[in-house]
């Protein structure tokens, strides 16, 4: 594997198709030219419509850039047949499809699919796969419960596991804690933590949560209407300026207790009165 | 058990159900045959053109390889369309693939085209191309909102089933009379023997149909995901998409010419089976084939026999224990959509 960073984006641009009233439509993402580093937590947060799920589309070649280029391990991302790109980048979307009526066993294997796509049923090996990723993620006790017999947060974990079975080098989260009541999100976080420092995987974090993106996340990269407007450490990028200009909402930013890391709150316009 | 062990006992299970059904279908019927005559004639001991030769050999037999075929055929389309459209409520007649189906072979027939090898291919043509142009458009009219929602397809599949059932009237009321009857019987679903020759053309097509479903059985698995969630596996969701549609059109297409638009075996039969062992479609596909066979066949039986010496349509029967399942799933399973 090469030294050099794991993804590198290089002026990609991103429109999506000319609307049905004929008119084209502005670029949803544009100039967007940062690094994805082996081993570290790059969160990508911003307002709604920032264009954070576009970009994951971009990076999982969902969609394909209109201008720039990505790389993925120094090789253009055009040039990765599918099944080796899902061996080296997987996603956790947002929720579960409802109504999913397969165990947590049969959705984790699903992410041994793109190591050997022909084979009709995994192997020993891929259930191996499986079963460290479901115990990576304290799903194993639940292997042949049904997807929709579980709570929010061991689905989310499941998803997770699904993720892990695909052993891959970098890790897309979109919105992990949306749906999370408070210790879920502790406890997503504590596992996210444990993953990236005990198996070494890259992850890129894509949450609203601007406070647990500046907890867990080793850089930021901040989008505004489809800009990148700042990218480093979180307290660098975490200035009230900054985010009262990306927000439209004005901030403050105070420093947590125990941490030290920054946290935002809204300066509400009444001044807190009641 | 492993999954191939679990397959394995599935299949061996539904084959000895499909040895049942296929037993009964051999000793009953109008002909009032006694078992040691079938067996005479099975087995080639009794004289070529006695009337029991004639019945099991050229009439039971024939007719019990069609029921095998078409049920499997609609088992396994069922399936194929419920896993495509997401949809468990999917299937060739709801979806009004198999009026398109219909519709082509109205219009094969009303160009003359009938019973040989090349009429019989010429006629599945028709009815491929019916069930492709039901079938897309089907999809456009449900994908005219946003995403394909389960009420929206499944209403887009009746108003192109109406459509299409008139568009037969419109072809029916313009031939001779004479032949009416015989469209009409057919309309319900109709195993009349077929001659070997069309019957071998009647498996080809079913058995390419089915190993494009097959072959496609963990992928789409993981279509159950969504689109999106697919490709990030490495699902080429594009292509699975267009083979899948095709294979599912060409196994409604094949029934359709051959035996009649029957309805509801792809929805009994993928239910029953996934209550037995879940969604995983590499089970469902395979079991499918096996289990639409002793269903379609079973059905056939009772059709023949319920009211001897007169004689139902299959059809009759599948749709009389379709519709109460459809309203029961409906009801207790996806109440308040999916």
């Known amino acids: 594997m090469s030294a050099g960073p794991l993804v590198a984006l290089d002026g990609v641009g991103f429109a999506y198709p000319t609307s049905r009233a004929g008119r084209a439509r502005p670029f949803k993402l544009a100039g967007l030219s940062f690094e994805i580093a082996q081993g570290e937590i790059l969160g990508v947060i911003g307002p709604n419509s920032a264009g954070k799920t576009t970009l994951i589309r971009l990076l999982t070649r969902v969609l394909e850039p209109a201008t720039g280029a990505i790389t993925l391990e120094g090789r253009a991302l055009r040039g990765w047949r599918a099944a080796e790109l899902a061996r080296r980048i997987a996603v956790v979307p947002q929720g579960v499809p409802p109504q999913f009526p397969f165990t947590v066993e049969e959705l984790v294997l699903m992410g041994r699919y793109p190591h050997a796509p022909a084979r009709y049923f995994e192997d020993p090996a891929d259930r191996a796969a499986a079963q460290a990723a479901m115990a990576a993620t304290g799903v194993l006790e639940l292997a042949s419960s049904g997807l929709e017999e579980l709570s929010g947060g061991e689905r989310q974990r499941a998803v997770v596991a699904r993720a892990l079975a695909q052993e891959p080098r970098l890790l897309i989260l979109d919105e992990p804690t949306a749906h999370l009541d408070l210790r879920h999100q502790a406890e997503s976080v504590a596992l996210l933590r444990r993953l990236n420092r005990e198996r070494g995987v890259t992850v890129l974090l894509v949450s609203h949560d601007l406070n647990l993106a500046a907890e867990v996340c080793d850089r930021l990269l901040l989008l505004a209407d489809g800009r990148q407007l700042a990218t480093g450490p979180p307290e660098a990028v975490l200035t009230e300026s900054r985010l009262a200009e990306a927000f439209a909402c004005e901030v403050t930013v105070d420093k947590h207790p125990t941490t030290r890391r920054p946290v935002v709150q809204i300066a509400w316009p009444d001044g807190g009165r009641r | ?338």
């Not at chain 2, 997401?86 to 019973?115: D, H």
Request: with cysteine.
């Open chain 2, 1 to 338: 058990m492993s999954q191939a062990g679990r397959l394995a006992a599935l299949l061996g299970v539904l084959a000895g159900l499909l040895a049942l059904a296929g037993a009964a279908a051999l000793f009953l019927g109008s002909a009032g045959l006694s078992p040691g005559a079938v067996l005479n004639a099975v087995t080639g001991r009794a004289p070529a053109g006695s009337v029991e030769s004639v019945v099991t050999l050229s009439i039971r037999l024939p007719r019990i390889a069609v029921a095998i075929l078409a049920g499997g055929a609609l088992a396994v389309a069922g399936v194929a369309f419920q896993a495509l459209t997401r949809n468990p409520l999917a299937e060739p007649s709801v979806l009004g693939v198999s009026g398109g189906a219909a519709f082509g072979v109205v219009i094969g027939q009303s160009v003359g085209l009938g019973g040989g090898l090349l009429e019989a291919a010429g006629l599945t043509a028709f009815a491929f191309a019916g069930a492709l142009l039901a079938a897309g458009a089907v999809y456009l009219i449900a994908a005219a909102g946003r995403g394909v929602q389960i009420q929206t397809l499944l209403l887009a599949g009746v108003i192109v089933g109406i459509f299409f059932s008139s568009a037969i009237t419109v072809v029916i009321s313009l031939l001779d009379f004479n032949r009416l009857g015989g469209v009409i019987h057919w309309l319900l679903g109709n195993l009349a023997p077929i001659p070997p020759r069309p019957l071998a053309l009647f498996a080809l097509l079913a058995a390419t149909g089915f190993g494009l479903v097959l072959v496609h059985a963990r992928e789409l698995n993981l279509l159950a995901l969504g689109e999106e969630s697919a490709r990030q596996l490495g699902v080429h969701a594009d292509r699975l998409k267009l083979v899948i549609f095709g294979g599912a059109a060409l196994l409604t297409a094949s029934v359709v010419a051959f035996a009649g638009p029957i309805g509801f075996v792809g929805l009994i039969v993928p239910h029953a089976l996934r209550m037995l062992v879940g969604p995983d479609n590499r089970l469902l596909v395979p079991a499918a084939l096996v289990g639409g066979g002793a269903f379609l066949l079973l059905a056939d039986t009772i059709a023949r026999n319920i009211v001897a010496p007169a004689e139902l349509s299959v059809g009759v029967i599948t749709s009389f224990c379709g519709a109460p399942f459809f309203v029961w799933l409906l009801r207790t399973r996806y109440r308040g959509g999916v």
